[in-house]
């Protein structure tokens, strides 16, 4: 191959690896939550929500991206205040250049206690933790 050519393409090929980012699943779960008995006997479930909690790096870092802090993002999801995520996912994203960003990422779907008069999730009776079986 020619040297000519090849450092023709060697800054192209630079700035795509430094540009190209990852991102790492790290657990899919049934429920989670902040509260530790996050169901209750019959819950709401409602369309699917996303969170995050992102830091940045430029040379040193600026903070550290917590799945605490995106767990509560998603639970205060347009302003409702859920209990818990169900049937989710959440994963760690970085992008390295030019100025590097680090990402936690909750998504599922979001759950709470009816309250007297409301209507609008679908409700759902929490299974038992023996069984399987709904109560």
Not at 7 to 34: E, H, K, Q, W
Not at 49 to 68: N, Y
Not at 96 to 108: D, T, Y
Request: glycine residues 8%; negative net charge.
């Amino acid at each position: 191959m020619n040297k000519g050519i090849a450092m023709r393409f060697f800054p192209v090929l630079l700035a795509v690896a430094m540009t190209n980012g990852c991102t790492l699943p790290l657990i899919d779960y049934s429920v989670l939550s902040t509260q530790p008995d996050p169901l209750p006997e019959s819950y709401e479930e409602y369309e699917r929500v996303h969170g995050e909690d992102c830091a940045w790096l430029v040379f040193i870092p600026f903070g550290v991206p917590s799945m605490t802090r995106a767990l509560e993002d998603a639970l205060q999801g347009e302003g409702r205040d859920y209990d818990a995520l169900t049937d989710g996912r959440a994963k760690f994203s970085f992008v390295p250049f030019p100025i590097s960003k680090m990402c936690m990422e909750i998504s599922g779907k979001p759950v709470r206690k009816p309250e007297p008069g409301m209507v609008s999730g679908a409700s759902v009776a929490a299974p038992t933790p023996a069984t399987g079986e709904s109560r």
